[in-house]
């Protein structure tokens, strides 16, 4: 087995197994063994003599030679107590307090046990409609969504995984307005990736600049009408601002619904490329191209044999997967079971083109995808009719569209395109079905030194080409391309493109030709360069559409590092700062909040920040008997409690003390796995997050009366006090702080926006979880 330093440094920081002081206590070698055990142990559901240790051998050897992969959690969770195996889910909000709240409730399990969730928000009625049972006014969907983000804010799945959701709302619900406009500032629903349910009828009313209808999903009238091709413009404008709301086209995702008796698909998964039912789940798993390819005299070539054997060995792997899986939900476990929807996909595509010698943007690069592409999708349908005659097809299928056609499958779907950002950094290739991001970059490491990374086969070749230097490659990280370097041959800067050298609409062929052999949809993030213009975003959309795509994702580069103009009540207070002198307020008489105790280089520090019914309003440091700087500290302390009390937002204050750095602190820190912070600073900055936190912006409204009003079924609703809930805007900490400025909140290197995420290729975090 061979495994590049970083990705044995992405493996030990989330996937292999620790004992209860955080220590590694288990192999790469030895995950691998435990996955293939478990996995293979579903065999003797079918044959209870079978042995399983043929399977099991097989399993180890595609994934220890690092040739197939399935999703994260499959790999952190096989064998283990937890056994939550799958990584999306699509769970139904229902209309009633009861819906909203259980769905919050089942969502904070999932993301507890290691998974993202996908929800439609277009039942729930609009703000401004009237709730018949108690006379009051409901809220709408988007105040709802602050309810979900801050509910999974609170859950970091063991620190694995972080809970990541898709909100999606239906173009034409009457709200959908706000709800484009409801990431315009980046500190807003952190948590959520948003798309836009686009329907064929707004599309055709875009191309012929008609009016459409927006309809009360509640009683199904017409409220309101729209210019499509305004709303269609707001869509591209704030794509083009921050790269959010994606489009799903949702009578596309039904068009290839498998199970249409069962169900009306909704939503997708927090990346958009998992199409599924309420309480649906899906498994993932990746093939790696790059290793299914033979050297000969000219070169190399595919090598179909070889991809064939797996795409057999994935599809049963990702089948026993089902089986072995400890569902979080018994929903779920019985509709998963119910449809058996599979989703094998691949990465290392663009490593695999340049070892062909094929550049990504070329028509011969779209004509192999589809080649490619067809014949994993062909074979996986294969292998499934096969385990079908040995294991039966899945429940559902007498009310499946392959019941008319015929087909007896085990899955109602087996491929997808899913975003492999970490296990393609286990698999040391590139992610998924992705260009190249970068061919040489700088990554930072402790103590600020810097260490020049070279991709592999570019390095391979320009040695052998012998243009290489050590200077050249510097040069490379800087410029980002190579497309403009003289001393590299003009055939290596052909192959050797990068997202940013790729023109839009290869990305969306690229895209295109994927998804005509995938019965899921595909996850890939179409990248502009800055300058790019919204007329360009347009033609991007469009051409998706027209190509047959089912949802796109785009990222304008450098879209992200500025924060929004503020708010017009943010603009007020400040204007009211600046004409007046500001007077603390008194601390008040009682207050709540959490005393937290950090480890740093002097020893521990402990930290109390607290909050009243007008947001926080003081910390106190107190240190150990280590030693230390306390004085530092309390003036540190004082400082941010006056500023608290003064009406500063404590996002700013946050922004400025996260990141400080202590030398003593870093140098126990490379060798003392206890501490997680940077400085006393940083911690207290942390802490003050983690009171944020505890916080829910809904309207300036607790959530109790947010559920009473939307109520319909219930007539009495006890309502608990909520003293010491507040109206302070919500944030997610460590997402706020960093991603929406480029920047990984666990490593602080550069994130990268492909397959529908954000990835750090350093320290393998993924927003997407």
């Known amino acids: 087995m061979s495994l590049t330093e970083n990705a044995i440094k992405v493996l030990e920081r989330r996937y292999l197994k620790k004992d209860l002081e955080g220590n590694v206590i288990e192999t790469p070698d030895e995950m691998f063994k435990r996955v293939s055990k478990h996995i293979a142990s579903a065999d003797k559901i079918y044959d209870k003599d079978c042995n399983t240790k043929k399977v099991e051998k097989t399993f180890y050897n595609m994934m220890s030679r690092l040739e197939f992969l399935p999703n ?64 009051g006014v409901a809220s709408g969907p988007i105040s709802f969504m602050k309810v979900f983000n801050s509910a999974t804010e609170a859950v970091k799945q063991g620190g694995t995984r972080r809970g990541a959701n898709m909100g999606i709302l239906r173009i034409d619900h009457p ?43 509640h009683n199904k009238e017409v409220v309101a009408t729209e210019n499509a091709r305004e709303v269609f413009n707001l869509i591209v404008k704030m794509a083009w601002t921050n790269g959010e709301p994606g489009i799903v086209f949702l009578d596309r995702l039904n068009k290839f619904n498998p199970t249409p008796e069962v169900g009306e698909i909704e939503s997708t998964n927090p990346c958009g490329e998992q199409p599924l039912l309420p309480y649906e789940s899906c498994n993932l798993g990746s093939i790696n191209l790059s290793k299914m390819l033979n050297k000969i005299e000219t070169g190399y070539e595919i090598d179909y044999d070889k991809l064939g054997e797996t795409v057999d060995n994935a599809v049963h792997f990702l089948d026993n997967v089902i089986d072995v899986n400890k569902y979080p939900l018994e929903e779920i476990d019985e509709m998963t079971k119910s449809t058996r929807k599979i989703g094998l996909g691949i990465m290392g595509f663009a490593d695999m083109l340049i070892y062909l010698g094929i550049p990504y943007n070329s028509q011969q690069g779209v004509d192999l995808a589809n080649k490619v592409m067809g014949f994993i999708n062909e074979r996986a349908k294969k292998k499934s009719i096969e385990l079908a005659k040995v294991r039966g097809v899945f429940p559902t299928y007498d009310g499946s569209i392959y019941k008319e056609k015929g087909i007896e499958l085990r899955n109602s779907t087996t491929t997808t395109i899913a975003p492999t950002g ?33 991709h592999p086969i570019f390095e391979e070749m320009a040695k052998k080409r012998g243009f290489y230097s050590k200077e050249l490659m510097e040069k490379i990280a800087e410029e980002g391309s190579i497309a403009h370097i003289d001393e590299i041959p003009e055939d290596i800067k052909k192959v050797f493109v990068t997202s ?127 030693g230390g700087c306390p004085s530092q500290s309390e003036a540190t302390s004082r400082l941010v409690s006056i500023a608290l009390r003064s ?45 944020m936190n505890t916080y829910v912006d809904v309207d300036d409204k ?37 991603t929406s400025s480029g920047e990984c909140p666990e490593c602080g290197a550069k994130v990268e926006h492909e397959g529908g995420c954000m990835i750090c290729h350093s320290c393998g975090y993924s927003k997407c979880g």
């Open 500 to 626: 940013h050298d790729i023109s839009p609409k290869w990305h969306i062929k690229m895209q295109a030709a994927f998804q005509n052999h995938v019965d899921n949809a595909v996850s890939k993030t179409v990248n502009f360069k800055n300058e790019a213009t919204k007329k360009e975003v347009e033609e991007v959309y469009m051409l998706a559409y027209k190509l047959g795509c089912k949802g796109v994702t785009i990222y304008r580069d450098g879209s992200r590092d500025n924060q929004v103009l503020s708010t017009k009540k943010e603009e007020k207070k400040e204007e009211t700062k600046i004409n007046s002198q500001v007077i603390p307020r008194e601390r008040p008489e009682i207050t709540q909040g959490i005393t937290e105790k950090v480890r740093i280089g002097c020893g521990n520090l402990y930290i109390t920040a607290n909050y009243d019914e007008n947001g926080i309003c003081e910390v106190f440091t107190n240190l150990g008997r280590a």
């Open 647 to 691: 009406g500063v937002d404590p996002k700013s204050i946050i922004e400025q003390l996260k990141g400080i750095r202590c030398h003593s602190t870093l140098r126990q820190r490379a060798t003392n796995k206890d501490i997680k912070v940077l400085s006393c600073p940083d911690a207290i900055g942390k802490a003050l997050e983690k009171v």
């Open 702 to 738: 607790s959530v109790n009366d947010i559920a009473m009003e939307i109520e319909e079924t219930v007539n009495e609703i006890p309502v608990p006090s909520c003293n010491g809930c507040s109206a302070d805007e919500e944030i997610s900490a460590d997402l706020k702080s960093n």
């Open 175 to 217: 709200d959908i307005l706000d709800f484009i406009r409801c990431k315009e500032d980046n500190s807003e629903i952190t948590n959520f990736n948003i798309s836009v349910g686009i329907t064929e009828e707004f599309m055709k009313a875009v191309e012929n600049n008609n009016e459409y209808e927006l309809v009360d999903p």
């Open 72 to 135: 994260s959690p499959t790999l952190m969770n096989a064998g283990k107590d937890l056994g939550q195996l799958s990584a999306c889910f699509v769970l139904p909000i229902y209309d009633s307090m009861e819906g909203i709240f259980d769905a919050i409730k089942n969502a904070a399990l999932i993301h507890k046990s290691g998974g993202g969730t996908g929800f439609s928000f277009s039942r729930l009625r609009h703000r401004g409609s009237t709730v018949k049972t108690t006379g």
């Open 422 to 454: 970490t296990i393609s950094i286990i698999s040391a290739t590139s992610s998924g079905i992705e260009p190249l991001f970068a061919i040489s970059y700088i990554r930072n490491i402790m103590d600020n030194d810097k260490l020049v990374e070279v």
